[in-house]
């Protein structure tokens, strides 16, 4: 079952990657014992900031020129809360989900709000390097704490989309675009029960035998 198009694959490791650079490259410049054993601090600042204005950059082509429908339908999803999800946030996780449970949408929001908290932050401090006015008190501290914060969240997913045996399995979906029906049934049944019904129609008749590349391109 087709779970995720490439727009959506694309944006979710576009920003994993960017993630993990600055990750890596922030863990440097901040702890003492890592930037005096990697020393160059002036070329990790400079790949710190680089890369985050790479991963705007790169979010905003990607939606721009992807399949802005299919984001749409995400996040309309995303933001969508019904009584099941309410009920899985308090522990009834056997109540039946959709294309995304609770969590994920949960992971969603904190993921697209700290982006940006990340992203402005970062600007103030890099302008705040170079013109006192930008040196907004608290910066530093929520810059930190997002990171902190972060680090416990992506551990999580992590391990749910690597190490759980029950779950792990959605990391097909978000790297080949499909998961078993099984699966699916078994972990957002709201989903699976529409979605193959649509998958299964018969193709409409066309005066041409020639597939559109609308249907072809399938992003």
Not at 22 to 34: D, F, M, Q
Not at 35 to 49: E, Q, T, W
Not at 133 to 139: D, I, K, M, S, V
Not at 188 to 205: G, I, L, N
């Amino acid at each position: 079952m087709q779970r995720f198009t490439r727009t959506e694959r694309l944006l979710h490791w576009v920003h994993a990657a960017a993630f993990f650079v600055l990750l890596g490259s922030g863990l440097v410049l901040y702890l003492p014992p890592l930037s005096v054993a990697v020393g160059r601090r002036p070329l990790l600042k400079d790949i710190h900031f680089l890369t985050g204005v790479s991963w705007a950059g790169a979010i905003l082509l990607i939606v721009a020129v992807g399949n802005r429908r299919a984001l749409a339908q995400t996040v309309r999803e995303i933001d969508l809360f019904d009584r099941d999800d309410r009920r899985f946030l308090v522990g009834r996780v056997d109540v039946p989900q959709g294309r995304f449970n609770a969590g994920q949408k949960v992971n969603a929001i904190l993921t697209a709000a700290f982006a940006t908290l990340f992203f402005v932050s970062g600007l103030l401090l890099w302008y705040g390097e170079r013109d006192t006015r930008f040196r907004l008190p608290g910066t530093v501290f929520l810059h930190d704490a997002l990171m902190y914060i972060s680090v416990v969240i992506v551990a999580g997913h992590l391990y749910l989309s690597l190490i759980h045996p029950t779950t792990r399995h959605a990391l097909r979906g978000m790297t080949l675009g499909a998961v078993r029906e099984d699966w699916a049934r078994a972990h957002h049944p709201k989903w699976a029960d529409t979605e193959p019904q649509r998958e299964r129609q018969p193709a409409a008749p066309s005066t041409s035998s020639r597939p559109s590349s609308a249907a072809a391109d399938g992003n």
